[in-house]
Nanobody, 126 residues
């Protein structure tokens, strides 16, 4: 059973930085999967933010975060990080770590992933 546990959310001023972490368990060492982040702001639909493929470390970003956010995998390979710089009030949302096997994922930014973490709140406000 795949499990995802996020950490690292919080309150930050506009222009500041935060790093989110997601620890994944349940994938076997030779599994190929896609892992990353969705977010949901109050009154808005969920939005795919950034993803990375375990097989080749290819990364994907929604247009609104390109150049500001960076996704990476940890040395242990079962942890993924989202470094968020130059944060804006519109980045305020609950951020969810999501994952699924690469064989079933089409467009990583819009695929309806099967595995979700519990979510972590990111608030950008002065």
């Amino acid at each position: 059973q795949v499990q995802l546990v996020e950490s690292g959310g919080g309150l930050v001023q506009p222009g500041g930085s935060l790093r989110l972490s997601c620890a994944a368990s349940g994938f076997f060492r030779l599994d190929h999967y896609v892992i990353g982040w969705f977010r949901q702001a109050p009154g808005k639909e969920r939005e795919g933010v950034s993803f990375i493929k375990s097989r080749n470390n290819n990364t994907y970003y929604t247009d609104s975060v390109k150049g500001r956010f960076s996704i990476s995998r940890g040395n242990a390979k079962n942890t993924v990080y989202l470094q968020m710089n130059s944060l804006k009030p519109e980045d305020t949302a609950v951020y969810y770590c999501v994952a699924d096997y690469e064989a079933v994922v089409g467009d990583p930014l819009i695929y309806p992933y099967d595995y979700w973490g519990q979510g972590t709140q990111v608030t950008v406000s002065s």
